[in-house]
């Protein structure tokens, strides 16, 4: 399906950037993009600080639709994490955007689910009009889009390929499994769309069922969750049997992965606990791994290094309406 010329390994360590406003009482970009508390602090700030230590750097998918209410704020952000030399790419939760927002453009605010747009111009306008935002703010064009919760379609990658953003980083089986995509395609290596858009699938790998439990796809992430219907991850993160079946590997974290829950779903700060542990992660990966900005990609691919062999079909990730 692919092949690497040469020895190397390579890794993405993504973290979707949100302040979407269920995950807390007040103070959401505060709380769930800086983490910071009365009691302490466990955000994008801390994330780099450790990606620092280990010389690696982050690509952080921003979202400015959950904070749309605080842009400023959140471009902010953008503006923090480009000067610390992070890689700053494009997500999207437009379910979110307030109904007002979409009045102002002339659209309507539904369907409001980025999997549900059947509607090519519409995904065209979400990804220019907040990747402009920032790319303004950054001065680099947007190489590579997430959508929000997994949720794409064909549309979106169509709508990706015409306005010029080359890498999809939406491919996960789990999120199939779970009904946020309609498709998505199990090999876990790099791929081509067939309108060639490069995807670079979340790392995952297919569990075999057992007497008790079903079969299951588990992921990469940090901190095992369970934010998708299947469980995450039933072993350590450190056991090389588990994961990193592909020579590019896709991390996913995301910008209050540090953070704790409380009884009514708000993020809390409560200790270093899920730092450390990163940390751990990190002296890990930074030894089995290149890891590298999508920057870093295209200009291998450019060059040879990396060659990507199998194309899917876009049509196979249509959004049937019924």
């Avoid at 890498?167 to 090999?187: D, I, K």
């Avoid at 588990?218 to 450190?238: E, G």
């Avoid at 606990?273 to 590298?292: C, H, P, T, W």
């Amino acid at each position: 399906m692919f092949n690497i010329i040469g020895p190397s390994r390579y890794a993405f360590l993504t973290v979707d950037v949100e302040a979407l406003p269920k995950r807390a009482a007040s103070d959401h970009l505060k709380k769930l993009v800086w983490g910071q508390f009365d009691n302490g602090s466990a955000g994008v700030r801390e994330m780099c600080s450790i990606g620092n230590d280990y010389n690696v750097k982050h690509t952080f998918f921003v979202d400015l639709c959950g904070a749309y209410s605080l842009k400023e704020d959140m471009l902010q952000v953008v503006h923090w994490l480009d000067s610390n030399g992070q890689d700053v790419q494009l997500h999207a939760h437009p379910e979110v955007l307030p109904d007002v927002f979409w009045h102002q453009q002339g659209l309507s605010h539904q369907p409001a689910l980025m999997n549900e747009n059947l509607d090519l111009a519409r995904a065209e306008f979400v990804l220019t009009y907040f990747g402009n935002l920032i790319s303004n703010c950054t001065g680099k064009k947007i190489n590579a889009f997430r959508a929000g919760s997994f949720r794409w379609n064909s549309i979106i990658l169509d709508a990706m390929k015409n306005v010029g953003i080359p890498l999809s980083f939406n491919n996960s089986m789990r999120a199939f499994h779970s009904g946020q995509c309609v498709y998505s395609n199990p090999q876990g290596g790099p791929f081509f769309w067939s309108n060639a858009v490069i995807e670079l699938p979340l790392t995952e790998k297919l569990i075999p069922a057992r007497a008790n439990r079903n079969e299951r796809w588990v992921s990469l992430t940090y901190p095992p969750s369970n934010y998708f219907h299947y469980p995450s991850v039933v072993k350590s993160f450190f056991s090389s049997s588990l994961f990193y079946p592909s020579i590019v590997s896709v991390f996913l974290l995301h910008s209050w992965s540090f953070l704790e829950w409380d009884e009514d779903g708000h993020a809390v700060y409560r200790s270093d606990e899920k730092m450390n542990g990163y940390a751990q992660l990190l002296s890990r990966v930074s030894k089995d791994f290149d890891v590298i900005t999508t920057q870093e990609f295209l200009d291998l691919y450019s060059r040879g290094k990396i060659k990507i062999i199998e194309s899917v079909d876009t049509n196979l990730a249509k959004w049937k309406n019924d």
